[in-house]
């Protein structure tokens, strides 16, 4: 039973290393799906654009609704990455918390902040960043 417990460097693991990489890694996927289904969407318009114009609508409304799903995706995993970056939570005490784990936080809340005032390139730079925090700073990457 106490083995269940986590400690505080668990903690600091879970939100600032594990729980960030699978923020951005969600984020990646949401996006590249959502401007994909948006492509799409866009080239369906182009394909029915006759059949519209011969007064077919639904031929026209699929394809945007397509582009509207896709651009609404794109939407969510923005938002949804930006709420994480922003959540209030804790910094490690120095005093009490290894170095490595110290550093670590210190590491991706730069990040945090760089995506929080950027934007999706700092995201795309943030994931391949953080692969490297795992060798860096001897984290397992699996939990």
Request: glycine share 10%.
């Amino acid at each position: 039973m106490m083995a269940d417990l986590l400690t505080p460097e668990d903690d600091f693991l879970e939100f600032y290393f594990h729980g960030f990489r699978s923020a951005l890694l969600r984020y990646r996927r949401l996006a590249i799906l959502g401007w994909l289904m948006t492509a799409g969407g866009c080239g369906g318009l182009l394909v029915s654009c006759r059949q519209a114009s011969e007064g077919d609508l639904l031929a026209a409304a699929i394809p945007l609704c397509a582009v509207i799903a896709g651009l609404a995706l794109v939407h969510q995993s923005v938002a949804f990455l930006d709420a994480y970056v922003e959540i209030p939570f804790p910094k490690p005490d120095p005093e009490h918390t290894p170095p490595n784990i110290c550093a670590m936080v210190e590491e991706s809340v730069r990040w945090m902040t760089e995506i929080d005032g950027g934007g999706w390139q700092e995201a795309f730079q943030a994931i391949h960043a953080i692969g490297s925090m795992a060798a860096r700073y001897g984290i397992a990457t699996s939990r």
